[in-house]
């Protein structure tokens, strides 16, 4: 990626790191961020300091005063603008997304896609705000309830969607009458900086205040900052499970409310009648995919015996035509991993796998040598285990498939898919019907994301996303999930001139 492409996003080779609006303040700290792709340094960004944290808190403050009383279908406006200006911007910002991530050119597209279709979404949610009307069991009373913002919303995203969650948060959060304050990855920060950006000329371009959207970076303590702060009555939290549960039970500790998008260890079963085509592309697409960092990746593939090695052979067959590479580079199909960090995890599952009894089917190894100077690049996995083996039973956030074979009906299949601790996303592939409603029944898949033909991998954004256990519970996106970021308030009103209690209490004087 160029220096004149960055510019165009807003991005020179340093750059403040924190913003109210397009107020951009410095300071000493940085942070660099390289890419994964060619281990070269991209830019580097000032970590926001505890001082400028207090400007842009009680900038929010103030602002939030200003964005609720706007109408809901006119904070809608300022988002349609949002969906155009990314519409213009969706080539270079995809392609930042792909450099400072790592994840392929389509992929990256494909984020940016996610946020224009947010935007649109949100668009036709500012005018559906909709409460329910209520009948009353006291003559002469209406009761109804409402939706009112909430305040601020504080953002916290993961480094594997470095724009797509901001988006999906924060088109919501806007047009429910909230300012947003986001704290992106530090792994991931110039993503978030042209996103900012953005938005902020928007909101100048419009006279609106700056503090309706406002970027701190750094580390895992300046997102503490937001999880203790009692102004923030919501924080929006997306990453690993060890994280929200920190989020989780500091935000519990005030009363705050939390949204919690957290670790998946997602699992597709592949019966005896599933379409083994379809089953071989769903599965690496899900395995290799974003090089397996997505919190949707098929880490597990749940086979019936009878079909058993017919999969195991077609999946090794398959994994042989996979390239690896630049991710910009789209003859490749999987890119590298975020950073040498991540790439020791990948080697210690490795270990793990075989101390614990795995089978290396397809072996792993670090990809040296032309092109792969970044140290970042690894060849793709498959493993036979069994599913309760304590590194199955954990997210490794790496292109690591673990085959497991099932036998007996599906209840069986479905039933080591659930014993896990993580409850995002789940598939099955089969053609028979009776299969597919027991895996979508109370009784079948425990996890937010159920889908029957289709892999694991990736949501479109009109449902609701999010997970069960410890995935942390959050929905966020489409269906109703607009209402977390909301306060509900219920409404009686009594038009007579007697005073009726509920419930038939008789209060005289
Ligand atoms: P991470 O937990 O290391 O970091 C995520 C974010 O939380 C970063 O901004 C980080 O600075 C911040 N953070 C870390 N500790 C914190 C703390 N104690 N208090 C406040 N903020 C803190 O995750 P990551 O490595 O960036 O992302 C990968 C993880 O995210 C995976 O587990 C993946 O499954 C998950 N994820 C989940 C979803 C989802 O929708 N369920 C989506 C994307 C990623």
Same mark, same amino acid.
């Given at each position: ?16 790191? /924190? ?7 410095? &300071?000493?700290? /940085? ?46 406006? %300022? ?12 080539? /270079?910002?995809?392609k930042l997304v792909s450099y400072e991530m790592g994840k392929s050119y389509q992929e990256g597209l494909g984020e940016v896609q996610e946020m224009i279709d947010i935007c649109d979404f949100a668009v036709g949610i500012s005018r559906q705000l909709y409460g329910n009307t209520i009948h009353s069991e006291r003559p002469g009373h209406r009761m109804y309830d409402q939706y009112h913002p909430l ?21 919501? !959060? ?22 900012? &950006?953005?938005?902020? #000329? ?16 750094? #580390? ?17 939290? /997306? ?51 974003? *090089? ?8 597990r593939l749940i086979v019936h015996e009878n079909i058993y090695d017919k999969v195991r052979k077609s999946l090794v067959e398959a994994y042989k035509q996979i390239k690896i590479g630049d991710p910009l580079d789209t003859? &490749? &199909? ?7 960090? !991540? ?9 793990? %796998? ?35 083996? #304590? ?15 099932? *036998? ?10 659930? #014993? ?7 598939? %099955? ?51 109703? !999930? ?28």
């Amino acid at each position: 990626m160029t220096e004149e492409e960055l510019k165009t996003l807003g991005i020179k080779s340093e750059n403040p790191g /924190t913003s109210i609006g397009s107020k951009w303040f410095t &300071h000493k700290e /940085t942070i660099l961020s390289s890419s994964p792709t060619n281990g070269k340094p991209i830019a580097s960004v000032e970590r926001t300091s505890r001082t400028e944290y207090e400007k842009v808190i009680k900038e929010a403050e103030k602002a939030k005063l200003i964005w609720r009383d706007i109408p809901a279908p006119k904070r809608g406006e %300022i988002i349609r603008q949002l969906g155009e200006k990314l519409r213009e911007t969706k080539p /270079t910002l995809g392609k930042l997304v792909s450099y400072e991530m790592g994840k392929s050119y389509q992929e990256g597209l494909g984020e940016v896609q996610e946020m224009i279709d947010i935007c649109d979404f949100a668009v036709g949610i500012s005018r559906q705000l909709y409460g329910n009307t209520i009948h009353s069991e006291r003559p002469g009373h209406r009761m109804y309830d409402q939706y009112h913002p909430l305040g601020i919303v504080g953002i916290i995203t993961a480094f594997n969607f470095p724009v797509a969650v901001w988006a999906w948060n924060s088109a919501l !959060a806007l047009v429910c009458g909230n300012v947003v304050v986001w704290k992106p990855s530090e792994k991931t920060p110039l993503c978030a900086l042209a996103c900012q &950006h953005i938005l902020a #000329d928007i909101l100048k371009s419009n006279k609106l205040p700056e503090g309706i959207s406002s970027l701190i970076t750094g #580390d895992a303590e300046v997102g503490t900052w937001l999880s203790k702060d009692s102004r923030i009555p919501l924080v929006s939290a /997306t990453g690993s499970t060890r994280m929200g549960r920190q989020v989780a039970t500091t935000v519990a500790e005030r009363f705050g409310k939390t949204l919690l998008e957290l670790g998946g260890n997602n699992a597709i079963i592949v019966t005896p009648n599933a379409d083994l085509k379809m089953t071989i592309i769903g599965a690496v697409f899900g395995a290799v995919g974003t *090089a397996g960092q997505r919190c949707t990746s098929t880490r597990r593939l749940i086979v019936h015996e009878n079909i058993y090695d017919k999969v195991r052979k077609s999946l090794v067959e398959a994994y042989k035509q996979i390239k690896i590479g630049d991710p910009l580079d789209t003859q &490749h &199909h999987m890119g590298p991993l975020i950073d040498v960090d !991540a790439v020791q995890i990948y080697l210690n599952a490795l270990a793990k %796998i075989k101390e614990q009894g795995g089978k290396i089917l397809v072996e792993g190894s670090v990809l040296n040598g032309k092109g792969y100077e970044s140290g970042c690049y690894v060849r793709p996995v498959i493993a036979e285990v069994e599913n309760h083996f #304590d590194i199955v039973q954990e997210e490794t956030f790496a292109p690591i498939l673990y085959l497991i074979k099932y *036998a007996g009906d599906v209840n069986k299949a479905i039933d080591l898919q659930n #014993d896990v601790r993580q409850g995002l996303s789940s598939a %099955i592939m089969t053609t028979n019907i009776r299969e597919a409603e027991v895996f979508l029944s109370q009784n079948g898949s425990d996890c937010g994301i159920a889908n029957v033909n289709i892999g694991t991998s990736g949501a479109e954004i009109g449902g609701a996303f999010g997970g069960e256990k410890e995935t942390g519970g959050g929905r966020e996106s489409g269906s109703d !999930a607009w209402k977390v970021y909301m306060r509900r308030q219920t409404n009686t009103i009594n038009y007579t001139t007697s005073l009726p209690l509920a419930q038939g209490i008789t209060f005289d004087l």
